[in-house]
């Protein structure tokens, strides 16, 4: 990740709206800031949340609150609880993930 022309700046996330993104069951809602070419989003399951894709793009992720299950495409399956993160790069393993209880996540990408 390579950070430009980004002047120092903060976020008070509860004033940026959400957008909802309905997975294959439940949804995700996104409070999203791009800056250039980084994104960065505060990002709330809803709980049986489970996306409706393999996603290849790099992530940092950071759980806040609740539990995240996040499956490789080979298989492997991960477990996130508050205060665990995972870091996965661009197109080297595709991902999906599912949170039966719900979760927040602080997601750089």
């Not at 980004?6 to 509860?14: G, K, N």
């Not at 999203?32 to 399951?45: I, N």
């Not at 992720?61 to 991960?78: A, K, N, P």
Request: with cysteine; hydrophobic share 35%.
């Amino acid at each position: 990740m390579n950070i430009n022309a980004l002047p120092f700046c903060t976020t008070r996330w509860a004033d940026i709206p959400p957008t909802e993104h309905q997975g294959e069951r439940g949804v995700a809602r996104w409070h999203t800031q791009q800056f250039g070419a980084l994104r960065v989003r505060m990002v709330e399951y809803s709980p049986g949340y489970l996306a409706d894709h393999w996603c290849s793009k790099g992530h940092v992720l950071l759980c806040l609150e609740g539990e995240l299950h996040t499956e490789l495409q080979d298989g492997r399956v991960f477990t996130l609880t508050a205060g665990m993160s995972y870091q996965v790069a661009d197109n080297a393993e595709p991902h999906r993930s599912y949170s039966e209880q719900g979760a927040r996540l602080f997601i750089v990408d």
